[in-house]
């Protein structure tokens, strides 16, 4: 019985009371704006309810996972990649014939869901973003080219920066390069067991340009077939800097790799305009200085939790 007159019943009663009196005021004042007119306290009460509902008034979209992402204002899409594990690598003849630094095969595991640029990143946006563009080709939805990796790097790191400032970053997540192995999964479909030779096809025609069909130039992202995510242009088109130095494959299988001993040299990955359809093999990997700049060269990004 003492419990009804406690502080805390006491502070409930108040509140109560309080609220109460607050609605009484908000009726009376939503009766004096209609003028007591019925039908315009109905479409008052309507209206207030669909603002408080409707994402027109809600503050901004941020990414949710399970869901692809557009960043609004550079119209920069991304496609959500589930966590999972697959095979990377190649074993030879078994896979469509691998190079030496593309072996061994060996199971990664992806341990974190992320989302990857649908398309390579484009002069337009690159502009928006960077304020300048060094392409060759130019073109405003060709991809940028031209451009080191330690420029890709700061266009991430800006792209970020612009993000968490407007609050649309997830707790733990930036836009990056893709590790290596980020991108191979997702060149490959993520965990669809079976694989292409090229991302998302077999014949090289139908995903990538390339030395065969590119008339010596880089073509607007997107005119070829998107491999089973929805990702454009992952054979083909530009080159792609990843995030990793460049060393060989260990045996042992690993989680969420990404090769930072040795950073003279950086990775880069897909194939691109002027070369040779096994160039745009999925397995395929090549490197650079991560200071020469070449228009065979872009990027793609993707929206992942921090490297250590
Ligand atoms: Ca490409």
Redesign the pocket.
Known sequence: MCAIYSPAFSAVKLTGLALSFYFRKLSRCVYTLTCGNRDARITFLLFSIIAATTPVFAADKTPEKGENWTIPGIEMEFVFVEKGTFQMGGRGFLTFGSERDERPAHLVRITRPFWIGKY?VTQAQYTEIMGENPSDFQGEKKPVESVTWHDAVEFCEDLTARERKAGRLPEGYKYRLPTEAEWEYAAMGARHKLQHKFSGSNEVEEVAWYQGNSDEHPSAVGAKKPNRLGLY??S?????WCLDGYGLYKSTNAVDPVDTEDTSFRVFR?GGWSGPANYCRTKRRFKLPPDKAYNIVGFRVVLAPSVR
């Open positions: 390579e242009d992952m083909g088109n530009v080159w792609e897909g």
